[in-house]
């Protein structure tokens, strides 16, 4: 195994330092190794990513296991989780450890399969929970993400089966039925286009109802792209009331507002849907605070005939692997512990993920990635490593670039490309 020096290296912003890499792990010395030279580049623990869609099995077109575990290396990750609403469902053992196998063949991060709460996501029958916990998948976290987990009582009883092996359901938060036919935020944009709207109130409603029941239960609920203001504040209560909730925000939530609907352009047509300007102002003030835990990308590609075309034939969704961390810089700045908490420590500490989101002392799996703060760079979607090219930051310049990212100690990307 080849071992690295990375020259002059910034520790999450620390002073220039020598980082070794030797069997995988992170050394403080080397004999012979390959040296990087590292000048003026940011050490990251490699990103977490707990909302992840790859897509496979199904829907190969839109993406693969490996080329979104591709996309995720060249955004800084080195493990994400892969959503459920597959073709067919991540429902069973059999599914949920074909995409952990085929993560593992790709070898580019850790691919840890999501798990579905209900059968086929129809809302109505517990999916084999247990048999997918047991698996060689060993899956920790259950979603019907893209559906909500609506009824009150299938969702007490799926807390109450993941609390026996410490699972979490990870809520898609919306009543469906205040967003029948919605088509974006339900606002003064949604009225001047004359678009049916998707109100703030069916994501907090849900929220609110189930901090309550996983309270009651004792179990552990995770919010999944939390997307509003009063949402915010229902989590603000549900934790200091000590419920064991933790919440996600994505990136384009923390950038993108309902104003770009107004272009009819289906690449910004996303579940939840972006909000307004005050909704993002808090969302980033929850994520700086610690009220949302964590950034979670929803990478969600989709293939072309499902983007261009009409607004309301679109899938929602968005790619975000590869931009997630620019926006975030651009966002929060160089706080590069505050990142790395949000991005890595605290996502790996949520899903028991052993090995990522270290603090990259000696010693520490070496999985880690590099970043190059001066670097400005322009989205353009062909380059992206994603089957699917639904960015909504074409042509946006963003801060940061990747420049090399290490799981296990071998290089999945270098000079900002992947090794295969
Ligand atoms: O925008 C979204 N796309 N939201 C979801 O909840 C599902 C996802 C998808 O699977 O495309
Ligand atoms: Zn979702």
Redesign the pocket.
Known sequence: MTSYLLRGVSLLGAAPTDVHIVDGRISDRSSDPEIIDAAGLVALPGLVDLHT?LREPGREDAETVETGSRSAALGGYTAVFA?A?TSPVADTAGVVEQVWRLGREAGLVDVQPIGAVTVGLAGKQLAELGAMASSAAGVRIFSD???CVADPRLMRRALEYVKAFDGIIAQ?AEEPRLTEGAQMHEGEVSTRLGLTGWPAVAEEAIIARDVLLAEHVGSRLHV??VSTAGSVEVLRQAKARGVRVTAEVTPHHLLLTDELAASYDPVY????PLRTASDVQALRDALVEGVIDIVAT?H???AVEDKECEWAYA????VGLETALPVVLSVLGERWDLIAERMSRTPARIAGLTGHGTDLSVGSPANLTLVDPSARRVVDPAELASRSRNTPYAGTTLPGRIVATFLRGEPTVLDGKAVK
Do not use: I
């Open positions: 869609h959503m609403n993400d893209g559906h898609h999944c792209h047509k996303v579940n939840p929803d969600a590609p989709h899938r929602p969704g968005m």
